[in-house]
Each structure stands twice: as C-alpha cells, then as structure tokens.
C-alpha cells in the first residue's frame, strides 16, 4: 500500500500536471471509486478548476474553485495516468477526468479499493476518515501519546499502523522506525516510555522525509504512476528482509504477523519484555544439548527435554503399534529403538515418516508444559526444533555447536555399536544450515565448567529481559 512518501510523490507530480487545468468532463467507469452519488459528483466538479493539491496522511486533496475539494485515496493499487484525450484509457481505469489542454487524467486501480469523494473547504477535514486521523510525525506530542495510549494494550506495531496516534507510516515505514528504535514490534503501546516515544517521533520523521526526497518505495506491484519510480527501498534496512543478517548486530532477521501485517524485526537489537520466555535448545547429535538444559534445570528453571517426552510416548501401546507397523518392525509390546534406528539411518528418507508421527505428539507434550509454567523462563530440548517446524513456539533459540572430532568422540562413549548409524542420520539434520537462526551459539569444544559458564552468562541476559 502507497504510504505517506508515496503519497507526497504523487502529489508533487500531479501538481505539475492539474494546477491551473479545468475539468471538462468526468467519466465514471466503477461506480465503487466514487464515495457518495456519482452524478452529484460529475456536476459538482465540470467546470471548475485545479488550485492547489495538499495532503492529509496518505490522503490526496484536491482544491478547486468555488471552494469545493476532491479527498483521494489511493489504498492498495490506486494510481494516477496523464495521457491524451486521444490515447485510450488505461487498462484499469476506473475515474476518467478530462482536462481543458487536450490531455486526461485517469485514476488507474486493479483492486478497486481506492476512492475519490466531492467536499468542501469548509467540510474535507471533518470526513470521518480524515478527522479521525493523528498528526504527522514530524508535527506529533510524545507527551500526548503517552496520555492516548495510557490504557492501550495494543501492540506498538498495530497502535502506529492505526494512524490515530501519528499518520503516515503503514507497514514498511513502521518496521523502519522499530528497527531504528530498537523497539520490538509486539510490545505493549502503553509499555512505551517518554523516551521511546520521542525515538520514535524522531525516527519516523528522519525515515518519512528521506523517503519523501528518494521518491518514496517502489514495492512490488506498487508503482506510484506513470514513469514514477521511487528508490527508497534500496535503503529500507528492516522491511522485507527476513532471514538475512541485520546490518547492526549480525543477526538474522525474523518474519512475523501483527495483528495479520507482515512484520520482520531483528530478535537482538529489537528485545522483547515479557512475563515468559521460551526457550528452545537445539543441536546435533552428541552435542551437549542435555548438558545445557540440565544447566537450566539447575538455576531453578522449568524444563523438558523432547527426547524424554518421546520416550514416554514410545511406551503408549497406539504409539508402538503405529510405529512398528510402518516400518515393518516385530509385532512386539515395545518399540526396537536399536532396529528402528538401524532402519532409519538405511532408508534416510522414512526419518520423514517417523517425523510425522512423532512431531505433533511431541509438540502438543511441549505446549501443555508451557501452559503449566505461565511466568519466567522456561527451557525446552528440541533436537529437531526446525524439522519439527516448533521454532515458532518460542521467544530464543539456543544452538549447540560442536567439533566433529569431539562429537565423535561422545558418540562412542553414548552408544559405541550405533556410532555408524547416529552419523548418517546426523548428516540429515540440518543444523548448520538454521545454526545462523539462533539467538545464541554455544560452542562445547571445552570442558563441562566452560560449557556452563556459557549457559549461565544465557541465562542471566534472558532473566533480564523477563517483565
């Protein structure tokens, strides 16, 4: 959706174009993009002429003569063409106004969202749309908004995407100004300080005014007209770059919803206060993964490891029966984990089959303890977090890394006769590829006191991130 630098563009070339030209005549082609009747519309404007274009938020404002107003707004897809009067109408053209030089203007809109209204001087502020919306920016009150927000729950996110507290940031602009901030989107309105909220009026207003100089963003299908390109968005620092390093601290990015809006934020620079945290620990086989959680465990935090939960499920008799007879195993009262393991690492590609049995019983286990333990830390070991497609489950990911040398070596000492056979079904894990995903790195290449030392320097920055 165009936002406010987008809007501002479009402002600035159709003043080029309509000050000084007389409406001829108007064609109304979707009835839908007139608000109001469209014949009072049609009469209320034929003759009269263009004096001037402002802008109110992402609205566009037409003033005419005899004090009468055109409110514009573009919504998704809407744009505007000058073309000929000889030239045919753009391929969606929904509003055709005709123009006393020759040429037309046709509002251009796939979607049919956007829409134009016939007011006044007198009465355009006032429209229900318009009067709701906060001041810009660069215009707002931080102290104001902290009264405004005084009760609001609201996500930051969602509070600065309402327009009501400021106007004229939409998505890409909000993920801006969060990341510049350093505020992470889901943090409650009212959890916002003075000082972020001066941050915020700040960086809003640096971010908007760049991109009102570079032309505005062309996103996607987004273009603001004809021969009207803007390049902000090859300095967008936050917006749409999920799952690539963030520029400040290394990170990978993340994606998310708020409130249904695509949100992408960076989980180091953008922390979020909570009364929970959730915590999940994966990595490869042998790694020391117990030897963390048991770390957890011993500060007194809540945990679980998955390979536990799974082992009590490998006792229920509808869990062996389904097992042994996917994969031919012996018609038994228990589950052969040697033969099962032994038939997993020949035939790599059944680790789908058993994934898809064991993953949603192990995720419902791991919901249920969450639910249980409502505030503070909890830790949770899951091995397969991303192959279980669980990472979403939680606030941190912790990644154990080790060398292959070691690894090795504490598989021997694990189980000696399955060395061969843990190997390959490690080599289809994909740690190293999700490691970059993780909140933090623990490498054991040590001894159990480094490895624990570690942990405990985790735990202490996460406790003061519990609210």
Same mark, same amino acid.
């Given at each position: 959706?165009?936002?406010?630098?987008?809007? &501002?563009?479009?402002?600035?070339?159709?003043?080029?174009?309509?000050?000084? %030209?007389?409406?001829?005549?108007?064609?109304?082609?979707?009835?839908?993009?007139?608000?109001?009747?469209?014949?009072?519309?049609?009469?209320?404007?034929?003759?009269?002429?263009?004096?001037?274009?402002? %802008?109110?938020?992402?609205?566009?404002?037409?003033?005419?003569?005899?004090?009468?107003? !055109?409110?514009?707004?573009?919504?998704?897809?809407?744009?505007?063409?000058?073309?000929?009067?000889?030239?045919?109408?753009?391929?969606?053209?929904?509003?055709?106004?005709?123009?006393?030089? *020759?040429?037309?203007? /046709?509002?251009?809109?796939?979607?049919?969202?956007?829409?134009?209204?016939?007011?006044?001087?007198?009465?355009?502020?006032?429209?229900?749309?318009?009067?709701?919306?906060?001041?810009?920016?660069?215009?707002?009150?931080?102290?104001?908004?902290?009264?405004?927000?005084? %009760?609001?729950?609201?996500?930051?996110?969602?509070?600065?995407?309402?327009?009501?507290?400021?106007?004229?940031?939409?998505?890409?602009?909000?993920?801006?100004?969060?990341?510049?901030?350093?505020?992470?989107?889901?943090?409650?309105?009212?959890?916002?300080?003075?000082?972020?909220?001066?941050?915020?009026?700040?960086?809003?207003?640096?971010?908007?005014?760049?991109?009102?100089?570079?032309?505005?963003?062309?996103?996607? =299908?987004?273009?603001?007209?004809?021969?009207?390109?803007?390049?902000?968005?090859?300095?967008?620092?936050?917006?749409?770059?999920?799952?690539?390093? /963030?520029?400040?601290?290394?990170?990978?990015?993340?994606?998310? @919803?708020?409130?249904? %809006?695509?949100?992408?934020? /960076?989980?180091? /620079?953008?922390?979020?206060? =909570?009364?929970?945290?959730?915590?999940?620990?994966?990595?490869?086989?042998?790694?020391?993964?117990?030897?963390?959680?048991?770390?957890?465990?011993?500060?007194?935090?809540?945990?679980?490891?998955?390979?536990?939960?799974?082992?009590?499920?490998?006792?229920?008799? &509808?869990?062996?029966?389904?097992?042994?007879?996917?994969? *031919?195993?012996?018609?038994? &009262?228990?589950?052969?984990?040697?033969?099962?393991?032994?038939?997993?690492?020949?035939?790599? @590609?059944?680790?789908?089959?058993?994934?898809?049995?064991?993953?949603?019983?192990?995720?419902?286990?791991?919901?249920?303890?969450?639910?249980?333990?409502?505030?503070?830390?909890?830790?949770?070991?899951?091995?397969?977090?991303?192959?279980?497609?669980?990472?979403?489950?939680?606030?941190? !990911? !912790?990644?154990?890394?080790?060398?292959?040398?070691?690894?090795?070596?504490?598989?021997?000492?694990?189980?000696?006769?399955?060395?061969? &056979?843990?190997?390959?079904?490690?080599?289809?894990?994909?740690?190293?590829?999700?490691?970059?995903?993780?909140?933090? !790195?623990?490498?054991?290449?040590?001894?159990?006191?480094?490895?624990?030392?570690?942990?405990? @320097?985790?735990?202490?920055?996460?406790?003061?991130?519990?609210?």
């Amino acid at each position: 959706m165009p936002e406010l630098p987008e809007v &501002e563009t479009v402002k600035r070339v159709l003043e080029k174009i309509v000050i000084d %030209r007389t409406i001829t005549g108007i064609d109304v082609l979707r009835v839908t993009c007139i608000h109001g009747d469209p014949n009072t519309f049609k009469q209320g404007v034929i003759g009269e002429k263009f004096i001037s274009l402002s %802008r109110v938020g992402k609205f566009l404002i037409f003033h005419l003569t005899n004090s009468k107003v !055109i409110i514009s707004h573009l919504r998704m897809e809407g744009k505007y063409y000058e073309i000929l009067e000889s030239d045919a109408n753009t391929k969606y053209a929904r509003v055709v106004i005709h123009l006393d030089n *020759n040429h037309k203007l /046709c509002y251009d809109d796939s979607r049919s969202f956007g829409y134009l209204k016939l007011s006044s001087e007198e009465e355009y502020l006032k429209d229900k749309e318009i009067a709701k919306l906060g001041p810009e920016p660069w215009d707002s009150d931080p102290k104001t908004i902290i009264k405004q927000v005084k %009760r609001s729950s609201l996500p930051i996110k969602s509070a600065l995407l309402s327009q009501e507290l400021m106007t004229g940031l939409g998505n890409i602009y909000v993920d801006e100004t969060l990341f510049a901030t350093n505020i992470h989107p889901l943090t409650p309105a009212n959890k916002i300080t003075l000082n972020q909220w001066e941050d915020i009026k700040r960086e809003a207003s640096r971010i908007l005014k760049e991109a009102i100089i570079s032309g505005g963003s062309t996103i996607k =299908s987004y273009h603001p007209g004809k021969d009207i390109d803007g390049n902000f968005q090859t300095r967008l620092l936050a917006y749409g770059k999920a799952d690539t390093d /963030c520029p400040k601290c290394g990170a990978i990015f993340r994606f998310m @919803k708020v409130g249904g %809006r695509g949100t992408t934020y /960076c989980p180091h /620079c953008q922390v979020l206060k =909570s009364k929970q945290i959730k915590v999940a620990i994966f990595g490869k086989i042998s790694s020391g993964k117990s030897e963390v959680l048991k770390t957890f465990k011993e500060a007194s935090i809540p945990t679980i490891s998955s390979d536990d939960v799974v082992t009590d499920l490998y006792q229920k008799k &509808e869990v062996i029966d389904l097992i042994n007879k996917t994969f *031919n195993l012996p018609n038994e &009262e228990h589950i052969n984990r040697d033969l099962l393991r032994e038939h997993l690492a020949n035939h790599p @590609k059944d680790i789908k089959k058993i994934n898809n049995i064991v993953h949603p019983l192990v995720k419902k286990e791991v919901e249920l303890f969450i639910k249980n333990n409502p505030t503070g830390l909890v830790a949770v070991e899951v091995p397969l977090l991303f192959e279980s497609k669980m990472n979403k489950m939680f606030d941190v !990911i !912790i990644a154990v890394d080790i060398s292959k040398d070691k690894q090795m070596k504490l598989l021997k000492q694990r189980n000696k006769d399955s060395e061969k &056979e843990l190997k390959k079904i490690n080599e289809y894990t994909s740690f190293e590829e999700n490691k970059k995903k993780a909140d933090f !790195i623990i490498f054991n290449d040590s001894d159990l006191k480094s490895l624990k030392l570690q942990v405990n @320097k985790i735990i202490n920055k996460l406790k003061s991130r519990l609210d």
